[in-house]
């Protein structure tokens, strides 16, 4: 019996001395658990603001008071979102430097993104839905003319021909960015990656200024005067959102990229913003390489050029370390392919549909020339 029981004790040691080896020798799988993060919650909450001040603002309030409120949340919103956007932003590069964008990762990021991508096409795809469903069959309420009665369309050839140009233009340097950073092993094709990176934010910008004036001064109708209006702010101002998130995207790509390109070196020479990139990013430097003991020459540390250089060199791009640029350079070029149908459908289509004419009357012109009848 008691040779049984220490068969037993020994049976039993052996087993967790096998499972426990096999435990430590088990490979690190490739997957990445995230851990817990507050950011869902906030955007959300964030995006319940930007909503309820966008609705604040197609209903302003009659009193002086109360207008004044909503224009404070509107900024609130604005800046709440912001913040959110660039805190994942921020989130996703400090797991990459913690090297958990194994391959496998890496392969899902950029699903991920196809797929986001992918709903956002058929996001605009109602738009254009709609805009086909109103025009090729105007209704009766419209007067059965597109555009409707009273509608003075925009001149084609005029600011939508020059955005057009521009987003085409931005579509040209972000793909020599691409083409840059792919043979980016020197140190000058860093520098004309971020050259380009540049040129197409600032057409990005002047896009968007572009289409603020076509707003204000443009437009002689309203958003809700007709369909006609509807569609084309809804349709226009959702695009200008997309290129205001894409900018923001290629906008931290920039900051990224001048971290390890020229834009560094004078920077760090200088006082004053050398000290503003030191209170900025002092709390993700110190809780890495600060230790308790060198808490009291800890700015002296800082103030190894060298030192703050090898670790700002983490956040940059590299011919094999480029994902986020990548991503940004597709939504780029989404943005671009959009414009492109806007333009053609419902700045020029849409604006040559004659008024007297209905489009049933061209159908039947159509269908006489093709059958002889």
């Known amino acids: ?55 604040f603002y197609w209903h302003p309030s009659s009193d002086s008071l109360l207008a004044r409120l909503d224009n404070i949340f ?40 196809i797929l986001f991508i992918v709903s956002e096409i058929f996001f605009f795809f109602a738009f254009f839905w709609a805009f086909f469903h109103f025009s090729l069959a105007p209704s009766i309420f419209i007067g059965c003319v597109w555009p409707p009665k009273g509608i003075q369309p925009l001149d084609v050839w005029g600011l939508p021909l020059v955005n057009t140009l521009l987003l085409l233009s931005s579509g040209v340097t972000i793909t020599l960015a691409h083409h840059a950073i792919l043979k980016a092993d020197t140190y000058h094709q860093q520098k004309i990656f971020t050259k380009y990176l540049l040129a197409t934010i600032i057409l990005g910008i002047t896009f968007l200024i572009c289409q603020g004036i076509e707003y204000k001064y443009g437009v002689t109708f309203s958003w809700k005067e007709n369909v006609y209006g509807s569609i084309f702010f809804v349709t226009t101002g959702f695009h200008g959102f997309h290129v205001t998130f894409g900018t923001l995207f290629l906008w931290f790509c920039l900051v990224r990229a ?75 070029h989404f943005v671009d392919v959009v414009w492109l149908f806007l333009f053609v459908t419902i700045y020029w289509w849409g604006s040559e549909t004659s008024t007297e004419e209905t489009t049933f009357v061209w159908l039947e012109k159509l269908s006489s020339v093709v059958f002889g009848k």
């Open 1 to 55: 019996m008691q040779n049984a029981k220490i068969l037993h004790l020994k049976a039993h040691s052996y087993a967790d001395s096998k499972i426990s080896e096999f435990f430590k020798n088990k490979e690190k799988h490739q997957f990445h658990l995230v851990n817990n993060s507050q950011l869902p919650i906030l955007t959300a909450f964030s995006i319940m603001l930007l909503v309820m001040s966008i609705v």
């Open 74 to 113: 509107m900024h609130i919103a604005v800046i709440s979102f912001t913040f959110v956007f660039l805190s994942w932003f921020i989130s996703v590069v400090r797991e990459s430097q913690a090297g958990d964008h194994t391959a496998v990762v890496q392969k899902g990021l950029r699903l991920g993104m």
């Open 258 to 332: 001048l971290l390890t390109t020229a834009g560094i070196k004078p920077l760090l020479w200088n006082g004053f913003i050398f000290s503003i990139i030191w209170w900025c990013v002092k709390p993700l430097w110190t809780d890495k390489h600060a230790s308790e003991s060198t808490l009291s020459n800890r700015y002296e540390y800082w103030c190894s050029v060298r030192g703050l250089q090898s670790w700002l060199a983490t956040f940059g791009f590299y011919p094999k370390q480029h994902l986020g640029f990548e991503a940004a350079a597709w939504y780029w």
